[in-house]
Nanobody
């Protein structure tokens, strides 16, 4: 059983910073990539940033230059440093594990989500 657990969400003022963390646990052999998606009320879930096991990163245009994704392959953890936050960044942020390989299968997994609210 693989679980992804996020932490670090909360309320922050515009221009502020937050750091999200996500830890994957279970009988994990390898994870191809880990990253973050977000979903605002009434909106579709969208990619924020993702990092592969080789360190290759991909960012949504809306967060380039403000957000930084990083990971620790040995710990199966991924982080999202969010700076210069804007009200439009308000959403539930979901951790995503892409092609997580265990002893029984390779599958994609989601965390339960953590709320980020940017408001004065």
């Amino acid at each position: 059983q693989v679980q992804l657990v996020e932490s670090g969400g909360g309320l922050v003022q515009p221009g502020g910073s937050l750091r999200l963390s996500c830890a994957a646990s279970g009988d994990i052999f390898k994870i191809y990539a880990m990253g973050w998606y977000r979903q605002a009320p009434g909106q579709q879930r969208e990619l924020v940033a993702i990092i592969s096991y080789t360190g290759t990163t991909t960012y949504a245009d809306a967060v380039k230059g403000r957000f930084t994704v990083s990971g620790d392959n040995a710990k199966n953890e991924v982080y999202l440093q969010m700076n210069s936050l804007k009200p439009e960044d308000t959403a539930v942020y979901y951790c995503y594990g892409d092609r997580v390989t265990t002893t029984t299968r390779t599958w994609n997994y989601w965390g339960q989500g953590t709320q980020v609210t940017v408001s004065s």
